[in-house]
């Protein structure tokens, strides 16, 4: 029903760039929120950026001044600057889209398969 699609990920050096991007797609009618998460080998999950649908953005404190996240043009596409990158910036980097297929509750969460990013020298 929903698509979720990743790319711009790779390998960059310490204290390079990358920018990721994320569209979903498919049966939407509204979006609350969407959010790029990452997980590294032997770890959990966790937040990386979130941006709701009024703009509100919230970060994680290990990448506050580092990384921004925005939305584009069209309905459905976020993007997450990421700079200064460290290495242990590397992980795979998840987008999360939260939808209503109607407009109003109940809210599904869809996630995309990810993105690896390799922060090495």
């Known amino acids: 029903q929903v698509q979720v699609v990743e790319s711009g990920g790779g390998l960059v050096q310490p204290g390079g760039s990358l920018r990721l991007s994320c569209v979903a797609s498919?049966?939407?009618?509204?979006?609350?929120?969407m959010g790029w998460y990452r997980q590294a080998p032997g770890k959990q999950r966790e937040l990386v950026a979130r941006?709701?649908?009024?703009?509100?953005?919230n970060y994680s404190d290990f990448v506050k001044g580092r990384f921004t996240i925005a939305k584009g043009n069209t309905k459905g596409t976020v993007y997450l600057q990421m700079n200064s990158l460290k290495p242990e910036d590397t992980a795979v980097y998840y987008c999360n889209a939260v939808v209503s297929h109607t407009g109003w509750a109940p809210w599904y969460d869809y996630w995309g398969q990810g993105t690896q990013v390799t922060v090495s020298s």
């Open positions: 941006i709701t649908h009024d703009d509100i953005t």
């Open positions: 498919g049966r939407i009618v509204s979006i609350d929120a």
